[in-house]
């Protein structure tokens, strides 16, 4: 055993960051945990914070308050820029500090498929800011809507396109339907709010493509009866200020929200080692970086292949959370010992995968078990509350939905951030 | 009777818009409510959103979601530029829209005494976007302390700074020293939070000045036993990005929170009548215009000396809804009557006022019974949650506070918004 302590830097406290972490908290080993948030994001609930039914800190919790009784782990805020596989560092263009294990965990973004410049016209949803972000626009445009004289430009601010047709895009959609519909339609006086057209544009022949056709279907049918519109083996071809072009057809949306699409960040391409075409790290079985078996990358930035079943594993946090388990496992077995076990392959364990659709409504396979339905939907509910970090944001989210599911509130609608308020908006008609 | 129902535009739904527009539920009118926000704000908890312990959707409360059902009402979003009483007519570069009554309850924000250059520096605390401004920087403070290698430095970002001692100054200064002396001194590795500065600079001889003397000496004395250095008849000479200079003493402090001086909005400047040296209106007893007698001014935006007791009725939220009942009832009693009654003057009656300067301590002054402690801080709990809007609102707020007095938890702890992290707080030191 060497008289040094390991140093295991983890990069990312999302879901697989999170887990590798507290899969070492006894360990012999210090370590680092470094993320550009203070906080650890619940990402599933997300869309509840884009759509007002919960509030950022209900699905946010401070790293460091997490981590407050693991003594072995120090936490830092902070952007990488570059990991050094020959130096054994990570740093930015100032400073660099060596590991002994690194554990990269940055987690992916959407992908606009060679066109950024699409980002500011149809924000995507992955962080905090995304989310009030995407809030802001959705609330704004009933507010102009509202006091908007001409119909086509009206029509336009009440169309909402969301495009992708996985888990946030079917949840997205379902839950702008539900705020048109049910929600708010009583708060408005010149429009009728249950009139707005809610599209999902899906690139695929189906919803949901890592879930078996038959929920596809259910996902799909459940939707049109709520009043989404579904495109399916539709391509959006261009995006801009007044809407969006559906291969040649054009549609006037002042509301686009991103959703399809995966992008490993850029800080993997300086590991130099080959990525997939979504930039993420093809590692080997054991969640190693080729070359490198000190350095591993694991959820949404690996590219890796099950073993058992030759499948891609997918890029979903019960996946993230096992590669982090898994990690942790190894270099658990491997520092102080002079003859470390030969590491085993990850293999990934599929307990079942869920979509929420709207309140009272979802999709669920559960090992072969398909269903949907209010009784999919309540285990989607307590399945999000187990998983939810610290006592007070499943309290917080389980009173949150309560409330909701009897008053059918949404009340946290705050347009937050610089607001951009057509002027035209103070216009009010005399009826 | 006119044939036409009279339209009574009120501008500003904080608690003086709001009272008029509750008053004249049942009146014979047509309401348009304009405000910039989307949203009634419950000012006197902003400082717990600006100090992590609750969530800006807490506080606040859609506009619309108030008046649903009161259908007299049309809500609009939007900023007014002009009023121009001789048109009677408001509105801005675009477009005017006639009244035939007019109410400005606009409010007030800090003033930097002819230092408008100082606002970056030292943000005040009007809005919820003031209030999560500086709960980032608040908490990147701490954590960019707990990387920084100079002491010099260090000291700087864990040196704390609020100018100006009324209400909302004494209440941010005490949660401050709260946050770091119990909070999240566990958080953290490096760093003793507990070692943090907290100074309240007031330019006046004491705390609270509207308050009798006893209860500034109180509140005084409750600060310093927490911890917080407060400097009387100390007059902010400069700020810039290092620090502050009290007087010719310069003091470096890396987070400066300003909460002094009174400013009304440059709107009521398009009024072209008589305002005071703070821009507010000098209104009539009746709190009405001077020359336009159908035009009130109420609330913080309004100039008013009572005149039972000749002394200036203060810019409190009290004394803001009793300015909003007080219209209300005069509308009221005018539309539709051939013969109005002739107007009573305005009279604020003084049901107490009270300032929380910690967790378990307040000061309150209720008809000349002077208290502080523990039951003044229950007072305190219990008037606020009755004022706040919304029966959800209460009922989150409660939550909150119940679930902090048992675990003296603050996890609304986000950092949010671009947080221009300095990148040398990823250097991780090795102890």
């Known amino acids: 055993m060497s008289e040094r302590t390991p140093v295991v830097v983890v ?9 590798v972490v507290l899969g070492l908290r006894k360990a012999p080993v210090r370590i680092i945990l470094v993320d550009k948030h203070n906080y650890h994001l619940f990402q599933p609930l997300l869309y509840q914070v884009a759509t007002a039914a919960l509030s950022p800190a209900d699905i946010a919790y401070p790293i460091r308050r997490i981590f407050r009784k693991q003594a072995n782990v120090a936490v830092a805020m902070g952007d990488v820029q570059v990991i050094d596989l020959a130096k054994k560092e990570f740093g930015n263009a100032e400073t660099r500090v060596p590991f002994d294990y690194l554990v990269v965990a940055v987690g992916s973004t959407h992908s606009y498929f060679g066109h950024e410049e699409w980002h500011t016209m149809a924000p995507g949803l992955k962080t905090i800011d995304d989310a009030t972000e995407i809030r802001k626009r959705v609330l704004l445009a009933f507010e102009e809507a509202e006091y908007e004289a001409d119909e086509e430009a009206r029509r336009a601010k009440l169309t909402f396109v969301v495009v992708g047709g996985g888990p946030t895009g079917v949840e997205m959609a379902g839950a702008l339907r539900e705020i048109a519909a049910n929600d708010i339609q009583r708060d408005f006086r010149s429009i009728d709010t249950k009139t707005s057209r809610i599209l999902l544009v899906q690139g695929g022949d189906r919803l949901l493509p890592s879930f078996p056709q038959k929920l ?19 391509r959006v071809t261009k995006v801009d200020d007044e809407g969006i072009w559906i291969g040649d057809e054009r549609l006037r949306a002042n509301n686009v929200i991103w959703a399809a699409g995966v992008q490993a960040p850029p800080l993997l391409k300086t590991l130099c080692v080959p990525l997939d075409k979504s930039g993420r790290v093809i590692v080997n079985p054991d969640c190693s970086v080729p070359g490198n078996p000190n350095v591993f990358v694991i959820g949404d930035a690996a590219a890796i292949t099950d073993p058992a079943t030759n499948q891609p594993v997918p890029g979903l946090a019960p996946a993230a959370m096992q590669m982090g388990r898994f990690v942790a496992k190894i270099i658990r077995s491997e520092v102080g010992s002079p003859t470390p076990p030969p590491r085993p392959a990850f293999h990934y364990v599929d307990k079942g995968t869920m979509a929420t659709i709207g309140t009272r409504r979802a999709v669920a396979d559960i090992k072969g078990f398909r269903f949907g339905g209010l009784f999919a939907w309540v285990l989607w509910s307590i399945i999000h509350l187990t998983f939810l970090i610290s006592f007070r944001n499943k309290l917080w989210v389980m009173l949150n939905w309560m409330y909701q599911y009897f008053t059918m509130g949404r009340e946290a609608r705050l347009i937050t951030g610089k607001a951009e308020l057509k002027l035209h908006t103070v216009r009010v008609e005399q009826p």
């Open 11 to 19: 990069i990312g406290a999302g879901f697989a960051g999170l887990k």
């Open 216 to 234: 596809s279907d259910r996902a799909k049918a459940d939707l049109e009866a709520m009043g989404v519109e579904v495109r399916l083996n539709a």
